[in-house]
């Protein structure tokens, strides 16, 4: 009977961690759809819109670094209510919004909430996810972004073209179902026991477990490379849409950006029939497939082709990510999994950033076709690399590993910062 109740709460705490997951993302992508609205009534430029990406991610990093893993030390729930309250702060700044500074401001406090939800609630979902299907667990932790982000942006573009307040309904809705994830996160069980040394856990460091050390190079590879590509399509994309493809529809722009986030969640079971290595050789050249179909549509003025191409990409980018989600995991403790995905979103939201810095400097001075044919090449660059490197995990399970056996990646490492002094070297710290 106590072990029928026990699956029982777990069940629970699983369910309101996947909900409070897709909650967050969705709210985080509500924007997206009213860009154009901002470009037409506040005079936002492309370069505009881009620093408002790249605010959110430098948010996120800053959640994930310094916060990421709290939740070891002040148990999952607290720390996911904490995230939800973030992300609803950011709506209600959002909700008033008449200059530059209000949306940087708004996004960048919803982007510290996300990347502390990023870690915390996927550990949750991973901490109680039944046993069985084993691919449950890496799918629902790693799909539940790409859920969240699919149903916020069809959202709220129905809501900015048929709704009434079209500026500020869609925040409104995010923010009641933020509530709601917070109240189901309050009456889920903990998972994890509080330890003591939270204020030494804000030190930024990222660690990732010795054993799964050799997968990190082509998982970075593709994180980085997709999720790029998804800040494109919202930095970009709104403009693209309406200049290149000729429609101005926020429904239409919500739409197109969830062609790329749809088939993801879909793409990620399959990812879970193959082994790791072959699951990321796959995903990168559906991904790329679809890149191709994406570029040639642009130049060809193609709204369908393009439709077309993001699903493919959209589906790749699910099995991909999946797959090096579970290789990452493989053998994973406990008091692993929040320095794991910390490490894991670090790498996708280091890409987002630092690739939408990039372009929206080069905006100013190359055609929105240009970038887009640039994103093109970097994944075609990721999918030879992927296809040569690709990896699975070790089996061996002789070795006993302990959280301090890890390949550490300290401070400014885990923003590719991390330099030997005056040596120019990335420094990674195996430590015994």
């Known amino acids: 009977m106590d072990q029928a109740r026990r699956h029982g709460t777990l069940r629970l705490a699983f369910l309101s961690a996947v909900v409070s997951l897709v909650a967050s993302f969705a709210a985080s992508a509500s924007p997206i759809p009213l860009y154009n609205i ?25 959640g994930l670094l310094v916060l990421g893993r709290l939740s070891n030390h002040l148990g999952r729930r607290l720390t996911a209510i904490a995230s939800i309250g973030l992300l609803l702060l950011g709506c209600l700044l959002l909700l008033n919004l008449h200059g530059v500074g209000t949306l940087l ?23 109680a996810a039944p046993s069985k299907p084993e691919w449950l667990a890496s799918v629902a932790s790693s799909q539940g972004p790409m859920l969240g982000l699919t149903v916020g942006a069809i959202a709220s573009g ?17 923010a009641g179902f933020l509530l709601l994830s917070a109240a189901l996160i309050a009456i889920s069980p903990e998972t994890a026991t509080p330890t003591p040394g939270a204020w030494r856990s804000l030190l930024p460091r990222v660690s990732v477990p010795a054993r799964v050390r050799h997968l990190l ?9 997709t999720w790029a590509t998804g800040a494109f399509y919202q930095a ?45 050789r796959v995903g990168m050249i559906t991904f790329l497939a679809g890149m191709i179909g994406v570029v040639t549509a642009i130049n060809a ?9 993001t699903i493919s990409a959209g589906a790749g980018q699910g099995i991909a990510i999946s797959a090096a989600t579970r290789g990452l995991l493989h053998g994973s403790t406990l008091t ?34 240009q970038i ?18 690709a990896r699975n995990p070790h089996t061996e399970t002789a070795l006993n590993f302990t959280g301090d056996s890890a390949s550490t990646l300290d401070d400014g490492a885990a923003t590719f910062n991390s330099t030997d002094r005056g040596a120019g070297k990335t420094v990674i710290r195996v430590r015994p």
């Not at 401001?105 to 991973?126: E, F, K, P, Q, W």
């Open 105 to 127: 401001a708004g996004r960048l406090v919803m982007g510290i909430g996300t990347g502390v939800a990023s870690s915390t609630l996927t550990s949750y979902i991973v901490d």
């Open 217 to 225: 190079p082509v998982a970075a590879v593709l994180f980085l490379v």
């Open 158 to 174: 129905a809501l900015v073209q048929f709704g009434p307040w079209p500026r500020d309904l869609i925040y409104l809705v995010c």
């Open 38 to 62: 901002y470009r037409a009534e506040n005079g936002f430029t492309n370069f505009d819109i881009s620093m408002a990406i790249v605010t959110y991610s430098v948010g996120t990093l800053a």
């Open 301 to 309: 003025g193609t709204l369908v082709l393009f439709v077309i191409g």
């Open 372 to 389: 887009a044919f640039g994103y093109g090449g970097l994944a075609l660059v990721a999918t030879l690399f992927t296809l040569i490197s």
């Open 236 to 280: 970009f994309v709104p403009a693209l849409v309406e200049d290149q493809l000729n429609t101005r529809s926020p429904l239409i722009l919500g739409l197109v950006f969830a062609a790329y986030m749809a088939p993801s969640v879909l793409g990620a079971p399959i990812g879970g029939r193959f082994t790791t290595a072959v699951g990321q």
């Open 336 to 369: 692993d999994r929040a320095p794991i995905f910390s490490a894991i979103y670090l790498l996708c939201y280091s890409g987002a950033t630092f690739l939408s810095l990039i372009s929206g400097e080069l905006s100013n001075s190359l055609s929105l076709p």
